[in-house]
């Protein structure tokens, strides 16, 4: 009997069910898309789809009782139709997810007020279909909710009733801190890490980069994991008996601002000069021995002038007259800097590495630095206001 020679779609689904018994798949998927476009009626196929989501949506047992319910208040012909079609074993359609403990989710203050938000809040037998988004696509977004338009629109959904203070203040410092003691290290923390390490010796192998000899693969471990073993086993040994590094020592690191002209480190009386009408003089930019031989200097700002201005004026000059090296020597002084200084520096290296060395910075609006973890390579140290270190922020200076 071929595909074109059944009745009915009974007769076409018994010769579907012969076939799969006989691993003729290809042939029953032929016979059973001819039943379902020339046999079967649009009332055939509604009473169908109920039955594939009855069995989807269901245990077995459940949806097989439900079907026993509605056969037994049918007419005999529907009756009939499901002692036909109705499966006599389980399917298999049914998919259970795993029994997970229900999640702990936090409600921001302003959602309260929206039925569908709260609505959304509560929910959590929701299935996730959004994937984490990437850092930049993150940067992104807090790019946009900085935009006026978006600030605007968040003011006029805010509360009109303030929180109370106990409430604030709990937000603000002991909302989500960990406030438990740190497990000590173990054995296992070692081996944790050694197994990371060979993960990034494995990418780098498959992703067919050259991984040089002396390339710390348990150093980049270690910055993942957040475990700082050592990856040699045995006791920490001293040679001569003294773990102090003479050399680094003796020459500590440089402190403030250098010399325009010569770069040499230079006394805080350098920077802090007062004329003789009493009033501050703006900084010159050399050392001593540089003003006393009359070196080319920064120019005297205006009365009044402002830290902004200064800084302004220091970045001006090296970029000036040294606009190869000029970029690296401000992101030492903004290393060194206190934190107001090292934001406006900040500031102004962004407005350079956007606009070039001719674009007008001033005045300087100060990057705003805090103690945190940066979003990019997740190490706690200094991080601006989107959540990235100094060393991440020029590879995400594209993100809009």
Request: charged fraction near 30%; charge should be positive.
């Amino acid at each position: 009997m071929t595909s074109t020679e059944f009745r009915s779609l009974s007769d076409a689904l018994l010769q579907v069910d012969y076939l799969l018994g006989e691993n003729r798949h290809a042939e029953a998927r032929e016979v059973f898309e001819h039943a379902l476009t020339t046999l079967a009626t649009s009332l055939d196929m509604q009473r169908l789809l109920l039955l594939a989501d009855t069995f989807h949506h269901e245990p077995y047992l459940t949806a097989r009782a439900h079907l026993t319910a509605l056969w037994r208040r049918s007419p005999a012909e529907l009756r009939a139709w499901l002692d036909t079609f109705v499966a006599r074993t389980d399917p298999g359609l049914h998919r259970p997810t795993d029994q997970r403990p229900r999640p702990f989710k936090t409600v921001p203050l302003t959602a309260i007020g929206s039925a569908a938000r709260r609505l959304s809040a509560s929910d959590y037998t929701r299935i996730r279909r959004e994937a984490t988004p990437s850092t930049a696509t993150e940067i992104r977004a807090k790019r946009a909710r900085k935009r006026p338009e978006h600030i605007a629109a968040l003011r006029a959904k805010r509360r009109p009733v303030r929180e109370p203070r106990v409430v604030t203040d709990y937000i603000r410092s002991r909302f989500l801190v960990d406030a438990d003691t740190a497990y000590p290290p173990t054995d296992w923390d070692r081996t944790y890490v050694r197994h990371v390490a060979d993960q990034v010796r494995a990418e780098r192998d498959r992703a067919g980069a050259r991984t040089p000899e002396n390339f710390d693969t348990f150093g980049v471990a270690r910055t993942r994991t957040g475990l700082a073993v050592s990856d040699d086993e045995r006791p920490a040994y001293l040679a001569n008996g003294n773990g102090l590094d003479y050399d680094d020592t003796t020459l500590p690191p440089v402190q403030g601002w250098v010399c325009v002209y010569c770069f040499a480190e230079r006394a805080c009386a350098d920077r802090f000069v007062t004329g003789p009408d009493g009033h501050r003089v703006s900084d010159d930019g050399l050392c001593q021995p540089c003003r006393d031989l009359d070196r080319p200097s920064i120019a005297a700002l205006p009365r009044g002038f402002t830290l902004a201005d200064e800084v302004a004026a220091y970045c001006r000059h090296l970029t000036s007259r040294y606009p190869a090296i000029a970029p690296r020597l401000l992101r030492q002084l903004q290393r060194r800097s206190a934190p107001l200084v090292r934001g406006l520096i900040t500031a102004y290296l962004d407005a350079l590495d956007q606009a070039g060395p001719e674009a007008t910075v001033t005045p300087l609006r100060p990057v705003r630095w805090r103690r945190g973890r940066c979003c990019s390579c997740f190490t706690d140290q200094l991080i601006d206001p989107e959540d990235l270190c100094d060393d991440c922020r020029p590879l995400y200076a594209a993100a809009a």
